[in-house]
Nanobody, 122 residues
Framework: QVQLIESGGGLVQAGASLRLSCLHS???????MGWFRQASGKEREFVGA????????LYGNSVKGRFTVSKDNAKNTVYLQMNSLKPDDTAVYYC????????????????WGQGTQVTVSS
């Protein structure tokens, strides 16, 4: 069984930076990990993902150039570095892991974390 434990959310002002972390535990190997987000009253949105072996990444259009997904294989941890945050980035951020590679499709990922709240004030 896989567990994904997120940390790092909080309240920041517009323009600030924040880094989320997601620890992957369990015996099942995941080929990709990433992040989705869901703002109140809106649909779930793909943020970014990384291939665990190659390090190749994929990003959602709304965060390209501002957010970076990275990994630390030794720590079984994936990170989401968020820069130049905007109020529109306010959402619950979910860590995901899957065994079939990187995708922007939510149903590509078998495992989901509990989510961590990020709030950006104007």
């Amino acid at each position: 069984q896989v567990q994904l434990i997120e940390s790092g959310g909080g309240l920041v002002q517009a323009g600030a930076s924040l880094r989320l972390s997601c620890l992957h535990s369990g015996h099942t190997l995941s080929s990709a990990m990433g992040w989705f987000r869901q703002a109140s009253g809106k649909e779930r949105e793909f943020v970014g993902a990384i291939n665990w072996s190659t390090g190749s990444t994929l990003y959602g259009n709304s965060v390209k150039g501002r957010f970076t997904v990275s990994k630390d294989n030794a720590k079984n941890t994936v990170y989401l570095q968020m820069n130049s945050l905007k109020p529109d980035d306010t959402a619950v951020y979910y860590c995901v892991a899957g065994t079939t590679g990187v995708s922007a499709r939510p149903n590509w990922y078998e495992y989901w974390g509990q989510g961590t709240q990020v709030t950006v004030s104007s």
